[in-house]
Each structure stands twice: as structure tokens, then as C-alpha cells.
């Protein structure tokens, strides 16, 4: 498995940005699909993004499209998510996933394909 942890998160105002970063231990980090989820209050954990362990494949939740990107650096088994035009809506829990063994196009989308979670991070937009 692979142990993460997510950083960055904080309050920032309508219209501002923020950077999140997911620090991953343990050697198959490489071989990771890895994706980010939020969950706001009262609500269920939803897809964010997610990319491939090579990198060449990135997935976006329509809500985020355009505004927000994902990257990774397998050298330093950090993934992070460039979150700009952040909305009120956009406030959440946000956590980082692992999704072990598939092809280097892997990316899913759905919770139950990723083996291992983050703590997360808590992004606070405010109106």
C-alpha cells in the first residue's frame, strides 16, 4: 500500500487560488494511479481529478474543468492539484487516493477503485 498526505489546503477568498500537494511513501507510488476527492459537509465524497502513474492521462469532474489541474512528479512521489477561480461551492475535505495495478492509462473516477487514502485537507472559499 501507499501512505499519503495531503497539505496545502486553507481559507482563500471567491476568485483565488490554491495548490494542494499529496506526499506518497512506499516504492509502487510510480505504478499509482492517483485521483482527489472533496466532500463538503452533509454531502458524499466526489471525484475531482485524476491522472495516470505515467502522467499521460488526467481526468476532470465538470465542475472543475478549466480551472483546476493535476500533476505528479514520480521522482518526488508528490501529486499535486492546481486549483484556480476557486468558487464557495468548491469548499470541502479534499483527499488524495491510490489506485494500484492497472495500465499506464489508468484513471478512474469511482471511490471504490482506489486502495488507498489520505487524511485530507480542508479548502475553505469564502463569498
Known amino acids: 500500500q501507499v501512505q499519503l498526505v495531503e497539505s496545502g489546503g486553507g481559507l482563500v477568498q471567491t476568485g483565488g487560488s490554491l495548490r494542494l500537494s499529496c506526499a506518497a511513501s512506499?516504492?509502487?507510488?510510480?505504478?499509482?494511479?492517483m485521483g482527489w476527492f472533496r466532500q463538503a459537509p452533509r454531502k458524499g465524497r466526489e471525484f475531482v481529478a485524476a491522472?495516470?502513474?505515467?502522467?499521460?492521462?488526467?481526468d476532470y469532474a465538470d465542475s472543475v474543468k478549466g480551472r483546476f489541474t493535476c500533476s505528479r512528479d514520480n521522482a518526488k512521489n508528490t501529486v499535486d492539484l492546481q486549483m484556480n477561480s476557486l468558487k464557495p461551492e468548491d469548499t470541502a475535505v479534499y483527499y488524495c487516493a491510490a489506485s494500484m495495478g492497472y495500465s499506464h492509462t489508468w484513471a478512474p473516477r469511482t471511490l471504490q477503485d482506489y486502495d488507498s487514502w489520505g487524511q485530507g485537507t480542508q479548502v475553505t472559499v469564502s463569498s
Open positions: 491522472i495516470s502513474w505515467s502522467g499521460v492521462v488526467t
Open positions: 512506499g516504492r509502487t507510488f510510480s505504478r499509482a494511479a
